[in-house]
């Protein structure tokens, strides 16, 4: 893995200093080199604490494996000489979590505390403005998405709103392993007028958009006729759409939490453009 330590002054912190960046651009640490930072003479005994943080990443319902990654490296030991060593890179969470655990004693432990506290929450920051704009993207590409469904479900031949709603359920049922839009709502334990499409986080509302772009797009191309015809393809689309989200070991949407009202987000964005 081509990689590099990230170029800094000597005004900047000490874990700066040794971040580095792959060729993706992302950024990481070596335990290494964290190690050496953090005064740990003896890397057996950062081993240690770098094992509390992978107990403490687990606890935190993250996945261990995207924020610390093993790998061996070769190290020059004279005369020509090389050994394999093992390294853990480390992301920015990962390295919050390893000062959280490591000496307090060391006041340079206390430093790094409070210095991925506060880059951790810059980050988290980020990362939620990114998720709240793909929420309003998604969210707003579903609702038109939903009407061009509705229109290729009239032209088959669901033309009452119980029958279209009897539709829907059977695009839901495929795609939440048999539970109905009711089914969903209790699942989620959204409270009573509150919509599930509004408190979806993107990757389940993106989940939604490709069954809905997808059904229309069979229901027109097979010029599929008849209500059943019409509820068949819907569950076929769905059930389809789970099967690739199992198979790219994805969570299934019925156990991705609700998140709060998208209509808050709405709001904001809607003042903001005034």
């Known amino acids: 893995m081509s990689q590099k330590i990230q170029k800094n002054d000597g005004h900047v912190s000490p874990f700066e200093r040794i971040k580095r960046v792959n060729d993706a651009g992302n950024e990481f640490w070596s335990s290494r080199d964290f190690a050496g930072v953090l005064d740990y003479t003896d890397y057996r005994n950062f081993e240690q604490v770098i094992g509390k943080a992978r107990m403490a990443c687990f606890n935190s319902g993250q996945r261990v494996e995207d924020h610390f990654v093993d790998i061996t490296e070769m190290i020059e030991i004279g005369k020509g000489g090389q050994r394999k060593i093992s390294v853990t890179l480390l992301s920015r969470y990962a390295c919050y979590l390893v000062v959280q655990n490591a000496d307090p004693a060391k006041e340079i432990v206390a430093l790094g505390q409070s210095y991925f506290a506060v880059q951790t929450r810059r980050q988290e920051l980020g990362d939620q403005a990114i998720e709240n704009e793909r929420r ?21 031949g669901v033309i009452q709103p119980v029958d279209y ?3 829907q359920n059977h695009g839901y049922m495929g795609l939440y392993g048999g ?16 919509q599930i499409l509004d408190h979806m986080g993107s990757t389940e509302l993106a989940a939604n958009l490709f069954r809905a772009t997808q059904t229309e797009e069979k229901i027109r191309r097979e010029n599929i006729k008849g209500k059943d015809q019409a509820n068949r393809a819907h569950h076929e689309v769905g059930v389809k759409v789970r099967k ?4 790219l070991g994805g969570t299934m949407p019925e156990s ?6 998208i209509k808050r987000l709405e709001a904001r964005e809607k003042k903001r453009l005034k």
């Open 165 to 167: 709603a009897i539709f």
């Open 179 to 194: 539970l109905t839009a009711e089914g969903i709502h209790q699942h989620k334990g959204l409270k009573k007028g509150q």
């Open 244 to 247: 690739t989200i199992k198979e």
């Open 256 to 261: 991705i939490p609700a998140v709060s009202s």
């Open 136 to 156: 309003l993207l998604l969210r707003g590409e579903l609702r038109r998405h939903n009407v061009q469904l509705a229109d290729a479900a009239k032209d088959a």
